[in-house]
């Protein structure tokens, strides 16, 4: 057993949080003690995303800090896991400040590399050499995702549970296939045995993740499970209240499976994470994503008709390669028709690699990028705005998330209390006083004011 105290940072996504989590548990399961200080740490394990490159600068910047550290503390052990350490692997190693590069497929073994590393004080890379060739028959991994039970740092009552690895589309721009391998949809029996755990420690709201997760498809025996039949088993298991799943592909295959489990399963959220990316048919094509920006909204269209209500997010790259104006503002009218509570916009980044990094010169400058990324996020807001317009003076059900790291001003309400954060079931975010007590619990708000991104809201 170890006694050395651990500390996680984790840069990235859902995902990444998930990964970060489940070491966590492994972590402590091992002996380990987490901390929140890494100046306190013996170890500091560093969980890395590659999607632009901003992510890994960031990370870059952060090993610099770290190998300032060494200086005065030589045995502090760094490892980095995740996206960057399966890119890099022993390039990675040769940074001064770290000791380990773990990439994703090997996470299993990362307790033993850090405890190696603690007592030897020698240095370790395990990376599969061809990611796309990735056993998809991964028992170590599929044991150590099971290991994961809610953390303490996680919002309370809420746990992320992967239902599928990796991803096959290739999107020119993207490097996931490449650092997450081929995809493999989990079995679900494991799936339910976790999701049954996690509602025992007192989780209402699980969010299933995947990088297209509604391509979900696992096949036993006779029978071929979809997400649909996932969400209805999960919806079946009692103490889980609430069901999200992100996020999803725009494609016809299991679409309205899906679209009609949501509608009829009052636990699956009404809410929908779907990218689109573009709204240029030409760029998309370029993207190889495999829909026109057509398609695109008659699927908005279809899961409107099966859930009125449902509320829909989406992604977009601006300025990618050959991206002109023209074709920026096919994307602002898609954004237009499109009506999403929010979208999140990013400036493309050429990834290593990639189809568009190796074929597709860059052709559109930062200062564009910029302007267009503004733009695009100022249509948004107003859309935004008129949705959440809507909420004004009802009342609404919401799941406390716990105290407002940056509170808003609302001096109106209850003083006494803290500023609490709290999702409704289709993600909007509200903001009330109330009893820090209620972290974790579900709570009836009426909306007293609203703004693009946020509900005001008053405790009932
Ligand atoms: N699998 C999801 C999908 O297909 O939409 C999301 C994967 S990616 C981690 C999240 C978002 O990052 C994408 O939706 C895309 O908008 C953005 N992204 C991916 N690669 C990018 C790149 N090279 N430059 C800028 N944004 C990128
Ligand atoms: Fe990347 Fe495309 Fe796969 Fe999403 S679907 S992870 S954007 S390759």
Redesign the pocket.
């Known amino acids: 057993m170890n006694t050395a105290k651990a500390h996680i940072k984790n840069f990235g996504c859902q995902m990444n949080k998930l990964d970060a989590a489940l070491v966590a548990a492994a972590l402590k399961k091992a002996g380990f003690s987490l901390c929140d200080d890494d100046r306190a740490a013996d170890v500091v394990i560093i969980n890395t995303c590659s999607v632009r490159d901003h992510a890994e600068q960031k990370v870059l910047s952060h090993l610099g800090n770290l190998k300032h550290a060494k200086k005065s503390r030589p045995d502090l052990v760094v490892a980095v896991i995740g996206c960057m350490a399966q890119r890099l692997g022993s390039k990675l190693l040769e940074h001064q400040a770290v000791d380990i590069v773990c990439g994703p497929a090997q996470i299993p073994q990362i307790t033993q590399l850090i405890s190696a590393a603690l007592t030897d004080r020698k240095k370790f890379v395990a990376v599969t050499e061809d990611i796309r060739r990735a056993d998809p028959n991964n028992a170590a991994l599929e044991d150590f995702e099971s290991l994961y039970d809610s953390d303490d740092k996680q919002i309370p009552s809420q746990a992320f549970v992967r239902v599928m690895r990796g ?1 096959d ?3 020119t721009y ?1 490097i ?2 490449y650092v997450r391998g081929p995809e493999v949809s989990r079995p679900p029996d494991a799936i339910i045995e976790q999701l049954k755990r996690l509602a025992g420690q007192g989780v209402k709201l699980v969010t299933l993740l995947g ?2 997760v509604n391509s979900y498809q696992y096949k036993a025996g006779e029978r071929t499970y979809c997400l649909a039949d996932i969400l209805e088993m999960a919806a079946g298991i009692p103490g889980i209240e609430w069901l999200r799943f992100i996020t999803n ?1 725009p494609q016809q295959k299991h679409f309205d499976p899906i679209c009609r489990a949501m509608a009829a399963l009052p636990k699956v959220c009404n809410y929908l994470h779907i990218p689109a990316q573009s709204g240029s048919d030409r760029i998309l094509k370029a993207m190889n994503r495999r829909y026109t920006a057509a398609e695109y909204l008659a699927l908005l269209d279809a899961a409107r008709s099966i859930i009125p209500n449902i509320a829909i997010a989406g992604d977009f790259i601006v300025g990618f390669p050959g991206e002109t104006e023209d074709d920026f503002q096919q994307t602002v009218e898609l954004v237009r028709k499109a009506l999403y509570k929010n979208c999140f916009v990013f400036k493309y980044s050429p990834r290593p690699g990639t189809t568009a990094d190796k074929r597709l010169p860059e052709s559109v400058s930062a200062e564009i990028k910029q302007k267009r990324n503004i733009e695009l996020l100022a249509v948004q807001e107003t859309i935004s705005a008129e949705l959440s317009a809507q909420f004004l003076n009802k009342q609404v059900t919401v799941l406390v998330e716990g105290p407002s790291k940056k509170p808003h001003l609302n001096k109106a309400e209850n003083q006494n209390h803290p500023q609490l954060v709290s999702r409704t079931a289709d993600d909007w975010i509200a903001v009330f006083n109330g009893p820090e007590s209620l972290a974790g619990k579900f709570a009836n708000v009426r909306i007293t004011k609203t703004s693009p991104l946020t509900l005001f809201a008053q405790l009932l």
Do not use: A, L, S
Request: glycine letters at 0%.
């Open positions: 991803c589309n290739f999107c993207c996931v296939p990088q297209t592909y």
